[in-house]
Every structure is written in C-alpha cells, then in structure tokens.
C-alpha cells in the first residue's frame, strides 16, 4: 500500500493524537472525529457503537433505564416453595426480589440457583425462604450508570433495587441492562435463530420479533392487521402502547396479548405473544386510530 492509500488513516491518527493532547475540547468534537475515523474505516461500525454506548452511559441515570415496580417480578417472603417454583419457572429470570407482608417492602434477592439444594437435600418440608435470601442493594434512582456499573464489578452483585426520594422502591437495575446500553443486545434465554421469526415457546406462548413484518405475522395467527401503515408487528405494538415501552409492560391487540421482553430506548426488539382471555378488552388496530 502507498502513502496516498493510507493517507485518511494516517490523517484521523494524527489527529487522535493532537486530540489526547487536549486540542479536542468537547464531546461533539470527540464523537466526530470517531464517526471520521468509522468513515475512513479506521475503527469498525461496531466498535464505534460501543464507544458512543460508553460516553452515553456517563451521562444517563438509573431512573432511564429500570424496570419500574409495577413490571418487577417478585416472590413472597413467606410464600410456600411451589408458588415460587411457579414463579421462577414462568418468568425464566435467575434473580427476584422478595417482598415481605408489605409488598412495597423488598426483604432480599432470591437466586434461583439457591432452591436446587433443596431438592438434592429433602428439604422442602422445612424450606423458609428467608433462610436462603441474599442480601438487597439500594440504590438511588438518580445514580450515575457509569458509577453504578463500577459498583456491580466491585461487589459482584448483578441487581440492584432503585429507591425514589421517599426511600420507596421504584423499580430494579440489572448489570445486564447496564451493559446493553454498551454492547447492545445481550443474547438470553428468549432468543431464537437469526433465520426465524416466530417461535413457539411453549403450547400457547410464542416469541415473535419486532421486526416480523405484519403479512407474516397474519400469515401465522390467523389474524388480519393492517400493514398499511405500518410494515412490522413491532411498529404495530409501539402505536397501540402509545410511547416507547419497556420489558414486561403488556398491550392487548384484537385477540392477543403482547409482552414486551426486550426493548432499547429507541425500539422493540422481542415480543411474547399469547392469545388474549375474553373477557379482557381489546385494543384497537393501529390503522384504525
């Protein structure tokens, strides 16, 4: 290769280097010499995404990325073993919070992998979950993702429980949904081959990706929703939620339910669909709003 060949490279090099000494004053400036740098093909699109993850971790809070209370999935203190069993089962989430007589009150962390003792041991007539529970970590919603990531790597916890002003719970953090806005989509135990678009869970449950366009989608279900204004089932979910959902929140499209499993800030990645029971009430099509 000649010097006029690798003349770009060199440039943006040259002036990463006057940028570590301090002539780049702002983060504008910083991000727009590394989107030159993706240009010139100096650093890839995937490492440049990853980079703009990190600077924007340093500026978001908690508070933007939680699972709010509502949406938590949570064990009772004082719940017999087979009701959490049912609980960990359906959710397939290795860590819950426990909640005491006061279901705004979280007493612990459950690990999943706790209850296995129990049954190599014989003791589920004996079990009390309290006797088993980690643990909780309080944390403010206001705390920087930046300072809370670095406090997972220290103390090897992997959820926290955000508390508002008032000290009342809000909602938890996990150090999964901390890393996604890095890395991006973490693969977990909802996902299905790149090749396909719905698959069948379990009798009854589907997951289904966003990006199912909605002809395949009525193809599947049986269903005829509109395509006319929007080409996926993600973009047909967003509209009927009506602002940017979160994982767990749910929505009922004529005769199913959507469960949001993954979502980023700016769109949906993974849906859990189920047909809806009678008697709960429809929400209208998106074309016809």
Not at 19 to 41: D, F, I, P, V
Not at 173 to 180: A, F, G, K, N
Request: charged letters at 30%; glycine letters at 6%.
């Amino acid at each position: 290769m000649n010097d006029n060949d690798d003349s770009p490279r060199r440039g943006w090099l040259e002036r990463l280097g006057h940028a570590l000494k301090g002539e780049l004053k702002t983060r504008e400036q910083l991000l727009e010499a590394l989107h030159e740098a993706a240009r010139n093909h100096v650093i890839d699109n995937d490492a440049l995404a990853m980079i703009e993850g990190v600077l924007g971790v340093s500026e978001m809070q908690v508070r933007e990325i939680m699972i709010p209370r509502s949406q938590m999935v949570v064990v009772e203190r004082d719940a017999d073993l087979r009701d959490i069993l049912r609980i960990v089962v359906d959710s397939a989430h290795s860590r819950f919070p426990a909640v005491g007589e006061n279901r705004d009150e979280v007493v612990g962390i459950l690990l999943a992998k706790d209850l296995l003792p129990l049954f190599l041991h014989d003791d589920e007539q004996r079990f009390k979950l309290r006797d088993i529970l980690r643990p909780a970590v309080f944390i403010p919603e206001s705390k920087r993702l930046n300072v809370l990531l670095k406090e997972f790597r220290a103390s090897r916890n992997h959820m926290a429980i955000v508390v508002d002003e008032y000290g009342g719970v809000a909602g938890l953090v996990t150090i999964e949904d901390v890393l996604e806005q890095i890395v991006g989509e973490i693969e977990d135990e909802h996902d299905i081959a790149d090749d396909v678009y719905i698959f069948e869970h379990r009798n009854g449950e589907y997951i289904v990706k966003a990006m199912t366009p909605i002809e395949d989608f009525n193809e599947h279900f049986g269903t005829d929703y509109s395509d006319e204004e929007f080409d996926t089932i993600g973009g047909l979910v967003m509209h009927a939620f009506a602002h940017m959902p979160k994982r767990g929140e749910t929505v009922r499209i004529g005769d199913f339910l959507f469960k949001v499993l993954r979502a980023s800030n700016r769109r949906i990645h993974l849906l859990q669909v189920t047909r809806a029971p009678e008697e709960a009430a429809p929400v209208e099509q998106a074309a016809e709003g």
